[in-house]
C-alpha cells in the first residue's frame, strides 16, 4: 500500500519561502517519475514540478524559476523548494507519481501567501 505524506506548509508572506516535503512508504521515489501538484479554492489540481527517473525536472511556467524539485533516495522523500512566493501560489499541496495515480493522493500541506 503506497502512502505519501506531505508536511511543510504553512503561512508566509509574499516573498517569502517554504520547503515542502513528501515522505512515501511502499514506493520507491527514486524509481519512478514524481510530481508535485497544487489545487487552488475552485481550481483544477494541476502539476507545478515533476522529477524524472534520471534526475531531469520540469516545472509548470507560472513556478519555473522560483521552484525547485528534488529527492532524498535515503529518506525516500520528494522535496519542493518554494521561493519569492506569490499570492498565486496559495494553494493545498500534494506529491504523486508522474502521471499522478488516483489511489496514491495523500492528505496534502495547506500553502498560504499572504501579508
Keep these: 500500500q503506497v502512502q505519501l505524506a506531505e508536511s511543510g506548509g504553512g503561512l508566509v508572506q509574499p516573498g517569502g519561502s517554504l520547503r515542502l516535503s513528501c515522505a512515501a512508504s511502499g514506493i520507491i521515489v527514486r524509481f519512478n517519475d514524481m510530481g508535485w501538484y497544487r489545487q487552488a479554492p475552485g ?14 525536472t520540469v516545472f509548470a511556467d507560472s513556478v519555473k524559476g522560483r521552484f525547485t524539485i528534488s ?45
Excluded: E
Design 43 to 56: 481550481k483544477p489540481r494541476d502539476v507545478v514540478a515533476r522529477i524524472t527517473i534520471s534526475g531531469d
Design 71 to 115: 529527492r532524498d533516495g535515503a529518506k525516500n522523500t520528494v522535496l519542493l523548494q518554494m521561493n519569492s512566493l506569490k499570492p498565486d501560489d496559495t494553494a493545498v499541496y500534494y506529491c504523486n507519481q508522474f502521471p499522478a495515480r488516483s489511489d496514491f493522493w495523500g492528505q496534502g500541506t495547506q500553502v498560504t501567501v499572504s501579508s
